[in-house]
DNA sequence: GTCTATAAAGCGATAGAC
DNA sequence: GTCTATCGCTTTATAGAC
């Protein structure tokens, strides 16, 4: 079942899968070393500052993921719709339709966010700079462009605490169908 | 500074706070102490199941403030637009202009979902399920009414995430206009 | 790099005097 | 009802052998 730690990388995937689960705070180191199948001599070897450090790999993992499966695609595609589609198909993909919650959107909620200030401030920052560039360019003016992109950002993580709250993926794969809609129509007013 | 705590009930409001601010396993007895006045002991016996009580206390105490300043306008406003009208002033209120979270929110994205599952499904659930019926009173079809009520308790949900992450209420206000204009226009579809 | 042992502090919760 | 003292446990983190 659990996959082999044999270098700090592999930490990371186990690490966020935990800090999702139970929040910063209510992570514990003994849980980590358990499911990590690393001690605890290893995991400061590995993280020094401890808890803090592997909170910030995980953020730098997930920023990094997001960079290359979100922002490039947005920014890169000759078709902005092309990149918006390919935007919703990866976020279905990283929060498992549903199933999985946003690790950012958590820390974002309680006093962790002043801990990872920066790192929570610039991750939605990005993600909706990016899309709202997209939107743009598929024809919206500007003030309409960031609009939507901020809904549909917020949209998603709107949808992720209705889709837990209710113990139902359906509640978020319906809300993403309905925000990729709303990008596709012309903006009305 | 400190309004003084003199049965459970002034407890609450305190402790509710407390629980936002750093969740449910962020949140200690000594701090709790601390900012109620109160020692272990008048604590635990105002709340002899301690901080698992507590919380329960304060979903309690929130779901009767969206009962009675929320819910019950939403149903028995004769015009449904006022209802609708009257639970965006609510909201703005309730979550002090986005500067305030929602602590069901939180509790819904961690392991505390499991701790509280009835009481945070219900939550969301009846806020939905009410919004929808005064959307449909409005002039929207089934359909259209559920989607829009999801849509909308999801992206105020979103909408606190995203303007606590950039640490700016502006980014949750404006959401709130945008979604209250959607519920005033007519369904196009 | 990884382990065990341990430190020092904080945790939630309880007991019992008043 | 409120207090202090304390229990037993877990926490993060460190030290030092290997």
Redesign the interface.
Known sequence: MARKIVERGDAIPVLAEIF???????ASLSEITERTGLGKGSLYHYFPDGKEEMAKAVLDDVAGWFETNVFVPLRESEDPDAGIDHMFKAVIRFFHSGRR?CL???F??????DRF?SE??S???AW?RVLAAALKRSGLNTKAAR?TA??V??????????A????DPG?FT??IK?LHQRTKVTH?D
């Not at 999702?20 to 209510?26: I, L, N, P, Q, T």
Request: hydrophobic share 40%.
């Open positions: 999702r689960e139970h929040g910063f705070a209510g919650i950012v959107g958590t974002a909620l309680d006093d962790t966010r200030a929570v401030q991750y939605f920052a909706t609009e901020e809904d950002v917020a949209g998603i993580q709107g949808a992720l605490v209705l837990r709250s209710q113990d509640v319906r809300a309905r009305r």
